[in-house]
């Protein structure tokens, strides 16, 4: 857990998707210490008329490369989610040629009774996990 969600403009290829995954998957094993099975992500691949993200005013270019991602997750501390940033990015530009200026990260925080991983249960609740 983390829950990942990654908005991308179409066109990118398989192999392309899956270093953008694995990359983003070791940024948040690094930064918030999570077990390697803690691994879920979803990927949207948008039109281009059907995904904008502009720069708030902050003179940030972007590229047909952005990526929005989306991170709900329990509250995590203010300095592993600016570690969580610094990685991502690093990672990303690295694995997958992406600029630290086509990367927007928003969290979406919650609590463990708004978590069930199956069979009915909320694990974090009745101390499974």
Wanted: charged share 30%.
């Amino acid at each position: 857990m983390p829950l990942m969600k990654f908005h991308v403009l179409k066109g990118r290829t398989p192999a392309e998707i899956d270093q953008l995954l694995d990359a983003a998957h070791e940024a948040m094993l690094r930064a918030f210490k999570v077990p390697a099975r803690d691994r879920y992500q979803i990927l949207v691949e948008h039109e281009p008329t059907h995904l904008r993200a502009l720069d708030t005013g902050l003179d940030i270019p972007r590229t047909e490369k952005f990526v929005l991602l989306e991170v709900v997750s329990r509250p995590r501390s203010r300095e592993a989610k600016l570690a969580f940033y610094e990685i991502l990015c690093a990672e990303w530009q690295d694995k997958c040629g992406i600029a630290p200026s086509d990367v927007m990260i928003s969290f979406v925080q919650n609590t463990d009774d708004d978590w069930s991983f199956g069979n009915g249960r909320a694990q974090f609740v009745t101390g499974e996990l």
